[in-house]
């Protein structure tokens, strides 16, 4: 059985379970040593050679209800200029991330998703050298440095599922060259509290470049106040990475953007152009989503209402559960973690499973209401 290093891979990969549920409880890891909280194992499980009729698509953290009209009419008109290039479309996006960042244009990287982004980031800072982050946490950048002979040195979360800002900093030595973190995180879907992250981030860029990934900071009230963007306009080596991929339902369309320094934003850029990567189709799609604030009202609304019916399912067969800040909710499971993904998958919903610190992990993103309704009568025959 080997590794699968490849992250675009990622969609055919389930992460599994090699031997049998350690009985743990769930307030704390249940490993005696920091290693790697995920392993990717090849199972072909999500898109398996003769797919059953999948009646929920629940694995992939999607907006199950985007794009929204407005963009959808905004994508079909730039279909018929699609013979050329979308200079002018990219300059307009770009100008409406930095008004609401309100940050410089040299502060501003947009790319085709923020994943590519993450990568780049790992080969311009990083290189062979560490980088410190959470676990578990998103193993993209921690990956792309790996791959490329440098280390990631893990360090748990607490005992509530947040990063351990305490025990990071005080890993951070002349090796680390970048420390990650996804806030919100994933999978775990938790929050790790605003203001001690940002003082967090204020002391540890002083020492080594910060890296907070916000992915998911749209599913939070309040969201912006959440952001650590505040920090590269005060000058910090701060780098805040941003998606269209989940709350305004553009996963498809490739769109994200990087805000920090000047002096890392520039390495990074010269990696690649990849503010020309962005279709016309999807700079389209970035613009109207931007402006379509009823939808992601909606979404939220939507989003919200999903969490809390799952979370009274799994209450009423005493499963424990993270409350989450994003559109997936994770929890731990009493059975193998790739023979719940079968049944699953045999009953038509998809979702992903982990093996974190030897206990099988459920993680579903948020559908519609009926395909929750639809995991809960799987999830009451087979959980």
């Not at 309100?102 to 993450?118: A, D, F, R, W």
């Not at 992915?215 to 009230?221: G, K, Q, T, V």
């Not at 005060?234 to 941003?242: D, L, N, P, Y």
Request: proline share 5%; hydrophobic share 45%.
């Amino acid at each position: 059985m080997t590794m699968n290093p490849n992250r675009r891979q990622w969609l055919k990969s389930s992460l599994a379970l090699a031997a049998g549920v350690a009985a743990a409880p769930f307030s704390s890891w249940a490993s005696p040593r920091p290693t790697r909280a995920i392993r990717t194992i090849e199972q072909d499980l999500l898109f398996p050679a003769n797919p059953p009729e999948l009646r929920a698509r629940l694995f992939a953290n999607e907006n199950p209800f985007g794009p929204s009209a407005a963009t959808i009419e905004a994508m079909t008109a730039a279909i018929r200029t699609g013979n050329r290039y979308p200079m002018e479309t990219a300059e307009q996006l770009t100008s409406m991330i930095l008004a609401k960042e309100q940050v410089k244009p040299e502060q501003l990287l947009i790319g085709p998703g923020s994943t590519q982004l993450l990568d780049m980031a790992a080969v311009a800072i990083v290189g062979n050298g560490v980088v410190l982050t959470g676990d578990p946490s998103y193993f993209s950048l921690v990956e792309t440095v790996e791959n490329r002979g440098g280390e990631a040195r893990m360090v748990r979360l607490t005992s509530n599922h947040a990063h351990d800002l305490a025990a990071m900093e005080a890993a951070i030595d002349d090796k680390v060259k970048l420390v990650y973190v996804c806030n919100p995180n994933n999978p775990t879907g938790t929050l790790t509290e605003t203001q001690a992250l940002r003082d967090f981030c204020r002391r540890v860029s002083e020492r080594v470049p910060v890296f907070v990934d916000e992915a998911y900071l749209d599913f939070l009230d309040d969201a912006m106040s959440h952001s650590m963007v505040d920090l590269v306009r005060e000058g910090k080596q701060v780098i805040v990475s941003r998606t269209f991929s989940k709350i305004y339902g553009l996963a498809g369309m490739r769109i994200g953007y990087l805000a920090g320094p000047a002096s890392l934003i520039q390495p990074i850029s010269e990696l690649g152009h990849v503010q020309w990567d962005i279709s016309a189709v999807g700079l389209a799609a970035g613009i109207a989503a931007m402006q379509d604030e009823a939808f992601l009202k909606m979404v939220k609304q939507k989003n919200d209402e999903a969490k809390a019916f799952l979370y009274e399912e799994l209450r009423k067969k005493d499963y424990e559960y993270m409350t989450s800040s994003t559109n997936f909710v994770l929890f731990p499971i009493r059975m193998r973690s790739n023979a719940f993904q079968e049944a699953m998958m045999a009953e038509g919903i998809g979702i992903r499973v982990y093996d974190l610190h030897r206990r099988p992990y459920c993680r579903v993103s948020m559908g519609t209401m009926e395909e929750m309704e639809l995991f809960a009568e799987a999830f009451r025959k087979i959980g």
